[in-house]
């Protein structure tokens, strides 16, 4: 039993990893890929992944929309949490003051951060609202694209 359920996890998380890449973010793997991809100038939106339904049903979703804006992040990345733990957790030493939360958005500029959209923003929320957060915080901090 437990092998099929190693190979349904590894399915989930394959899916998760594509449906966020094929949305144009790019994935961090390792401390070095999240240290190079959070210390470049602008803005920078990074989407902390995971497995848990509201990943799947509203976070994804809505990273994959958030960004048909006028104002968007100069670059989109994203760590998975429980999958890339180091990665994960280099990519949440840059969120000051606020706790790990999974799924959540960073948005940062110049490397600093800048505002979060927290797992308490996300769960409960469907897609559209997470959007609307994400582009209020594209309309005070990014440029035109």
């Known amino acids: 039993m437990s092998m099929d359920f ?5 399915d989930v998380v394959n899916q ?3 449906e966020i ?3 144009g973010y790019k994935e961090l793997k390792t401390p070095t890929d999240v240290e190079e991809a ?7 939106l990074v989407m902390i992944n995971s497995v848990c339904g509201c990943a799947g049903g509203v976070a994804r979703p809505a990273a994959a929309h958030a960004v048909h804006y ?3 992040p100069d670059h989109l990345v994203t760590v998975f ?6 990665a994960t957790e280099t990519a ?14 960073a948005l940062l500029k110049d490397g600093k951060i800048c505002s979060m959209v927290e797992r308490h923003q996300i769960e409960g929320f469907d897609p559209a609202t997470v959007v609307s ?3 209020k915080e594209f309309d005070e901090h990014c440029e035109e694209f």
């Open 6 to 10: 190693n190979f349904f996890m590894n």
């Open 16 to 18: 998760a990893r594509q």
């Open 21 to 23: 890449a094929s949305a």
């Open 38 to 44: 959070l210390s470049q100038k602008g803005t920078t």
């Open 70 to 72: 006028d104002k968007r």
């Open 81 to 86: 949490a429980g999958q890339d733990k180091e």
């Open 92 to 105: 949440r030493s840059y969120f000051t003051g606020y706790p790990p939360s999974s799924p959540s958005f």
């Open 133 to 135: 957060k994400l582009q």
